[in-house]
């Protein structure tokens, strides 16, 4: 079964420093999407993307966050300098709306991204 | 801004209950989507639901969608230890982009 990919598992990074977080998507998906969770809490909307833009973006995604694709299969998540609430699992989500039968979001594994 | 609220945020049951969760949008939605996620791992789709009062069903599974598309139910009947993980329903808005709101979660613990 397909899978959208994400490098690397776990990131921790110091504070102020720029961190890059990794995505390959459903190589036949046209939507992808990040999402952030702070331990123990619900999943929140970063933002998404399509035909090489930024479609919607949250309250959350500010200046310091910029999404990339750079190739045909990596998207990519860049967080310019971190804070310490910066810290969480990084999802990454593609998804394919060439039906409306029933589709949804594949997530993938997460980077778990820790800031000291 | 959109909310969307489940409830109960924790549920213990033991194995063989049965076991609802309820979702609740402060707006009206175009349809609503089921995830699970394990502990430690991330959410996996489970079912989309788009017309009003629609019901489906996976094995011991059950969606609901209300009539007003605002709220929203899973019912798993008969638990078993495999269901163990948090449950978030996750709604969206035609007019609010490309974007599904995640409610805020139930966590299941099946006592065996």
């Known amino acids: 079964e397909p899978e959208v990919t994400q490098t690397p598992s776990h990131q921790v990074t110091q504070m102020g420093q720029e961190v890059i977080l990794r995505c390959v998507p459903i190589?036949?998906?046209?939507?992808f999407y990040w999402y952030r969770q702070i331990l123990g809490q619900k999943v929140e909307f970063l933002v998404s993307f399509y035909n090489n833009e930024i479609s919607e973006k949250s309250e959350i995604f500010d200046d310091q966050f910029s999404v990339e694709r750079p190739d045909g299969s990596n998207f990519t998540l860049k967080i310019r300098s971190t804070k310490l609430e910066d810290s969480a699992m990084y999802f990454c989500a593609s998804s394919d709306k060439s039906t409306d039968a029933n589709y949804g979001y594949t997530f993938g594994s997460g980077t778990r991204l820790t800031v000291v | 801004g959109q909310q969307v609220m489940q409830i109960p945020q924790y549920q213990h049951v033991q194995e063989g209950e049965d076991f609802t969760t309820y979702c609740n949008s402060s707006?009206?939605?175009?349809?609503i989507q089921w995830y699970k996620q394990r502990p430690g791992g991330h959410p996996v789709f489970l079912i989309q639901?788009?017309?009003?009062?629609e019901v489906k069903k996976q094995k011991r599974l059950t969606f609901q969608f209300g009539e007003a598309k605002k709220n929203s139910s899973l019912h798993i009947t008969a638990t078993q230890t495999t269901d163990v993980g948090t449950y978030f329903c996750?709604?969206?808005?035609?007019?609010?982009?490309?974007?599904?709101?995640f409610g805020t979660g139930t966590s299941l613990t099946v006592i065996p």
């Open positions: 639901l788009v017309k009003s009062g």
């Open positions: 996750a709604g969206y808005l035609a007019n609010t982009g490309n974007q599904f709101y």
């Open positions: 707006t009206t939605l175009s349809n």
């Open positions: 190589s036949n998906h046209l939507y």
